[in-house]
Nanobody
């Protein structure tokens, strides 16, 4: 079992910055990848950024050059640094993790979601 709790959302003007945090607890050793998703009203949930246990990263085209995903393994915390924010970035941002089967250590492959944190960017 993995629990994810997001924080850091809020109201910011266009061009400003925010840093989101996701604290993971439970069987964190089994997590192979983590990511940030977002969902705006009336739209589908979309992947914003992802990072693997090996440190590889990937970003949605809409946020490349503006957002940076990172992690602190010692603190079991995932971050999303968001710069040059635009009104279209307004959404609920969700933390997501994927646990992978590892022989002798992790018995189940599952994914988990946080409850989300709201980011509102005003024009």
């Amino acid at each position: 079992q993995v629990q994810l709790v997001e924080s850091g959302g809020g109201l910011v003007q266009a061009g400003g910055s925010l840093r989101l945090s996701c604290a993971a607890s439970g069987d964190t050793i089994c997590i192979s990848a983590m990511g940030w998703y977002r969902q705006a009203p009336g739209k589908e949930r979309e992947l914003v950024a992802a990072i693997t246990s090996g440190g590889s990263t990937n970003y949605a085209d809409s946020v490349k050059g503006r957002f940076t995903i990172s992690r602190d393994n010692a603190k079991n915390t995932l971050y999303l640094q968001m710069n040059s924010l635009k009104p279209e970035d307004t959404a609920v941002y969700y933390c997501h993790s994927v646990s992978t089967v590892v022989p002798g250590m992790c018995d189940y492959g599952m994914d988990y979601w946080g409850k989300g944190t709201l980011v509102t960017v005003s024009s």
